[in-house]
């Protein structure tokens, strides 16, 4: 899309699933191949990718989307908004902690440069050749995971306080494009508690009265508690639905890797967070009610109960089938992680078979994406289906079709 072509539409997203009109996403670029193995574990991955491979499988996840809602690229955004000066200027000064020099070289960039060097990073001259520190500003390795350093809630944008300081500057681009492009409020649990940590993987609007929020290792109890405050002076009728994941291993990072809405009455699990066995043993799930000011916390037995308790019923379907062996191999490569375009319209991995054998078996039509952005499948000549894409470099990086999308406007 051309810069001039840009132009903002309105903020809302009030459920997982209603009808997906904007969405936000990167393209991997060069920062991925900015990571070497020594620091993969310190930049959050698994391993380390290849930048070609993992930009051709999300090229075809990015053609599908286009097909349906508008699409957004944060590089176009960036682009559009660095030929304002001003904007420029506080760019600059929010990412060079103070290295003149460095804000020299960036000032006499174009707009293009600028915004490639801030999110791929920029080779320091004074690199000795050996050390882990060769970009100034460093890359932002994982910014093709747009739905975590911010979230649609409803009218308004949550910019979230990453709890790893190598995803920390990704706030800052995320806050300039929706306070700057889109003219959006934005909101932030850090401004009320330094400590409190909110992501967007944690956080599921499973409806205009009720959230979903993992309380994990990016997640943690002050930020949860930040938003029922907020909600408590703004809602007279408001819940929360909090289930505590473990710290580990990595595949259970956020609320997103082992639960997704499908629809408005069905979801994606991972079973033994439902049974609270494995991993889960000992997990608790709480329902946080919010009821004309006043804040009260109820232990529920799972999340599905809880939903139930304040109106919202789903069926699950299990990543990985009923093998409990093949559930943790495919919720590792983020089986249960859907994204919805509309209720019972979604996009996923194709590599987890079982997961979509057993959409394939509740009813769901199994589309492949060379098909739909080719035109030899129309997806909206489909009541219930699931688009699948092949995927090998990027479920390596630790996440799934949700975390790859930032929607910014549902029905």
């Not at 809302?12 to 991925?32: C, Y």
């Not at 939903?307 to 490569?333: A, I, K, M, T, Y």
């Not at 590599?351 to 739909?372: C, M, P, S, Y």
Request: glycine content about 6%; aromatic content about 10%.
């Amino acid at each position: 899309m051309s810069t001039d072509e840009l132009s903002p539409c309105p903020i809302n997203v009030s459920s997982e699933t209603g009808h997906l009109r904007a969405v936000l996403l990167r393209r991997p670029g060069l920062e991925i191949e900015r990571m070497n193995p020594h620091m993969a574990n310190e930049a959050l991955y698994n391993d380390i990718l290849s930048q070609p491979l993992a930009a051709q499988e999300h090229a075809l996840f990015a053609k599908v989307l286009e097909q349906w809602c508008h699409v957004y690229y944060v590089n176009d955004i960036m682009c559009w908004l660095m030929d304002n000066d001003a904007f420029r200027h506080s760019m600059i000064e929010a990412s060079v902690d103070g290295d003149t020099d460095l804000a020299h070289r960036l000032a006499d960039m174009s707009s293009q440069q600028l915004t490639r060097a801030l999110i791929e990073g920029l080779d320091d001259p004074k690199w000795d050749g050996v050390s882990l520190n060769r970009y100034h500003p460093e890359p932002l390795y994982n910014l093709f995971f747009t739905r975590d350093a911010s979230a649609t809630l409803y009218n308004r944008v949550l910019i979230n306080t990453m709890s790893f300081s190598v995803r920390q500057r990704e706030t800052l681009l995320y806050d300039a494009i929706f306070r700057n492009f889109f003219q959006a409020e934005t909101f932030c649990a850090a401004h009320a508690d330094a400590q409190a940590r909110t992501e967007g993987g944690d956080i599921q609007v499973t409806a205009d009265d009720t959230l979903c929020i993992g309380e994990s290792i990016r997640t943690n109890r002050k930020g949860i508690e930040y938003l029922a405050q907020t909600y408590a002076k703004e809602r007279d009728h408001f819940n929360i639905i909090v289930q505590e994941l473990p710290h580990s291993p990595e595949s259970f990072i956020h609320l997103d890797m082992v639960f997704t809405m499908l629809g408005k009455h069905r979801c994606m699990m991972f079973e033994p967070m439902l049974k609270k066995t494995g991993i889960f043993s000992g997990k608790h799930t709480t329902l946080i009610r919010i009821d004309n000011g006043n804040v009260s916390y109820h232990d529920m037995p799972d999340v599905l109960t809880a939903l139930n308790e304040v109106g919202h019923s789903f069926d699950p379907l299990f990543c990985g089938g009923d093998d409990p062996w093949q559930q943790l191999r495919e919720q590792w490569h983020s089986g249960a992680n859907f994204f919805a375009l509309d209720d019972e319209r979604i996009i996923g991995y194709r590599r987890n078979t079982r997961t979509i054998d057993i959409l394939d078996k509740a009813g769901f039509d199994v589309l492949n994406a060379e098909d739909v952005v080719t035109g030899m499948v129309d997806m909206s000549e489909h009541q219930r289906f699931v688009v699948t894409f092949p995927a090998s470099e990027l479920p390596r990086a630790g996440g799934g079709a949700r975390c790859m999308t930032m929607p910014i406007l549902r029905d």
